[in-house]
């Protein structure tokens, strides 16, 4: 990769000039130290000062201006990303990533927790999307006053995320704080682009080789069944943060609080279908204390059974795509406490048995026809909270008004659900103690075969292909690049295009072909054993 980063430079119009570009073997001569002994390019080092100078009055920086050859190094950057020598891991040359003391900032505030998964190659852009997605929009500007330094003493009150991130683009990254910290530093003109050759990542190991302990990790260990189900899983990730943020509804009792005993507040948001279980992510919750929460784990109540039920009733899609066949089969079948722990078991092997033909179809390379499933539509528009109420139910509902959304703001959203969604797929797919039972049945390799014909057909336009195997490189990598994948989530099908699409349409109907399989294999199961003992430790 960095190889690749070296030739784009040098042919680069803006280092054009730019001295002693060659070895004499035809290599590029990239770096030039000032201690370099007598040779070909003792001098280069001096030669390529005098470049830079001449830049920097082309550019209309002033050599007398401090940090001026860093400013300059920063201005021409064709892209403003650059690779880690050491890693590979590609960052902004800017100033966008989290310093020890930011972090110990935001984790000072009261309500946030380590779910929010923040290091130092955190970018603060990636940050907001995250900050808004867990804790609600109304409290980014406490994030915002974590932000006040000396480069920027006085901090704006924001109405909304896009102007935050409009504001941290266009203001507060430029001003360079020391609460942020750039991607690369300068090492202008020991090195051909003006950067170190190794990133903010792999800084404080790069004299020793590459270091898991010293590396940010960028993946995660969230569940990928939460990327994969479907619902406007913006509204609902909002929905959750109220949880967290409003005041009022952190006085809501939990429901199960019959005055016997102590249920401490706040409450958490319990989806009343488990998304992990394949159920749609919807701004529908009730409020479960933390020691509830953890005792109910991923099973339904008796009672959440019957809300779905009557939710569905009213039009509601309540159950995801390779939910709906277990689901439709048995949820008449469920009469009593029992049954709606049977029916929680049938369905984790119901979703087992999805995500591992996700990471099948994700493994034979059809990711242009799996990033439709990820619902990106809902990251075009934003979403303000406009009321929400509670029945007598305990059933937490939140209104929203929508307004289309900022490009940028559109494109850091999806570039992070795509990159976590597959990463998440991928470790969930390499964990051995599980204890899914994956089925087989009559068919299945037909139906699995015409999956592949039918995605690869909707796949075959010559821009799907080109981006198939931009996401296949850049999902390879150990970190991906956020402007690589916001630029490949620009050129995806959107809904409207792919749901009118004849082959997508064929290649869809497969895969519900070949969950309906699973789904009526799994109901034929329903008084088996592995469902109907009564011990729930093994409950996932």
């Known amino acids: 990769m960095f190889e690749r980063y070296e030739e784009e430079i040098v042919t680069d119009p803006a280092y054009a000039g730019m001295p002693d570009l060659y070895k004499a073997d035809g290599g590029i001569q990239w770096e030039a130290p000032s201690n370099r002994g007598a040779g070909q390019f003792q001098f280069t080092h001096d030669k390529r000062l005098v470049w830079w100078k001449k830049k920097a009055e082309e550019v209309g920086i002033s050599t007398s201006e401090d940090k001026w050859i860093s400013k300059v190094a920063k201005l021409i950057h064709p892209t403003k990303q650059k690779p880690c020598k050491c890693c590979g891991r590609i960052m902004d040359i800017r100033y966008c990533y989290l310093s020890s003391i930011l972090i110990k900032r935001i984790m000072k505030l009261p309500y946030v927790t380590d779910e929010l998964e923040v290091d130092y190659c955190t970018n603060i852009l990636d940050l907001v999307?995250?900050?808004?997605?867990?804790?609600?929009?109304?409290?980014?500007?406490?994030?915002?006053?974590?932000?006040?330094?000396?480069?920027?003493?006085?901090?704006?009150?924001?109405?909304?995320?896009?102007?935050?991130?409009?504001?941290?683009?266009?203001?507060?990254?430029?001003?360079?704080?020391?609460?942020?910290?750039?991607?690369?530093?300068?090492?202008?003109?020991?090195?051909?682009?003006?950067?170190?050759?190794?990133?903010?990542?792999?800084?404080?190991?790069?004299?020793?080789?590459?270091?898991?302990?010293?590396?940010?990790?960028?993946?995660?260990?969230?569940?990928?069944?939460?990327?994969?189900?479907?619902?406007?899983?913006?509204?609902?990730?909002?929905?959750?943060?109220?949880?967290?943020s409003d005041t009022e509804v952190q006085q809501i009792p939990c429901m199960n609080d019959d005055g016997q005993t102590y249920h401490p507040l706040p409450c958490a948001a319990d989806h009343i279908g488990p998304i992990s279980l394949g159920f749609s992510h919807r701004p529908v919750f009730q409020p479960l204390c933390t020691p509830c929460n953890s005792a109910k784990n991923n099973r339904m109540y008796y009672s959440d059974v019957q809300k779905l039920i009557a939710a569905e009733q009213d039009g509601e899609d309540i159950a995801s795509w390779y939910c709906a066949p277990v689901w439709n089969r048995l949820k008449n079948l469920v009469e009593m406490p029992d049954d709606a722990v049977k029916l929680s078991r049938v369905l984790r092997d119901n979703r087992h048995n999805a995500m591992m033909l996700l990471e099948r179809l994700m493994l034979d390379g059809h990711l242009v026809f799996l990033t439709t499933f990820l619902n990106l539509l809902y990251a075009n528009y934003e979403y303000d909270i406009s009321d929400w109420w509670m029945d007598d139910k305990s059933t937490v509902y939140v209104n929203f008004s929508v307004r289309p959304s900022t490009l940028e703001y559109s494109r850091i959203k999806k570039a992070r659900r795509i990159r976590v969604a597959f990463q998440a797929l991928n470790t969930y797919a390499q964990k051995e103690n599980r204890n899914g039972l994956l089925v087989e049945f009559a068919g299945a390799n037909a139906l699995y075969a015409e999956i592949e014909r039918t995605a690869s057909a909707f796949e075959s336009p010559y821009y799907?292909?080109?981006?198939?195997?931009?996401?296949?490189?850049?999902?390879?990598?150990?970190?991906?690049?956020?402007?690589?994948?916001?630029?490949?989530?620009?050129?995806?099908?959107?809904?409207?295009?792919?749901?009118?699409d004849r082959q997508y349409q064929a290649a869809k109907h497969a895969i519900d072909a070949y969950m309906d399989g699973v789904g009526k294999h799994l109901a034929s199961m329903w008084d088996d054993p592995r469902y109907t003992r009564t011990d729930y430790d093994d409950m996932f």
């Not at 750039?182 to 990133?199: C, V």
């Not at 995660?220 to 949880?243: H, P, Q, S």
């Not at 690049?481 to 959107?494: F, M, R, S, V, Y």
């Open 129 to 244: 999307v995250e900050f808004e997605s867990l804790y609600g929009e109304e409290r980014l500007n406490d994030l915002g006053r974590c932000l006040k330094c000396k480069a920027v003493p006085d901090i704006p009150f924001f109405d909304s995320t896009e102007d935050f991130i409009e504001w941290l683009n266009d203001f507060y990254i430029p001003s360079e704080p020391s609460l942020l910290s750039p991607g690369a530093m300068s090492n202008a003109p020991d090195r051909l682009d003006g950067f170190h050759t190794y990133n903010r990542c792999c800084r404080s190991t790069a004299d020793k080789g590459r270091s898991k302990s010293n590396l940010a990790s960028y993946s995660t260990d969230r569940r990928a069944f939460e990327y994969w189900v479907d619902g406007n899983w913006v509204e609902a990730n909002m929905a959750m943060g109220l949880f967290r």
């Open 464 to 500: 799907y292909q080109d981006l198939n195997e931009a996401l296949a490189e850049e999902l390879s990598e150990d970190f991906s690049d956020a402007e690589t994948l916001k630029n490949i989530a620009d050129g995806l099908p959107c809904s409207d295009v792919f749901e009118g």
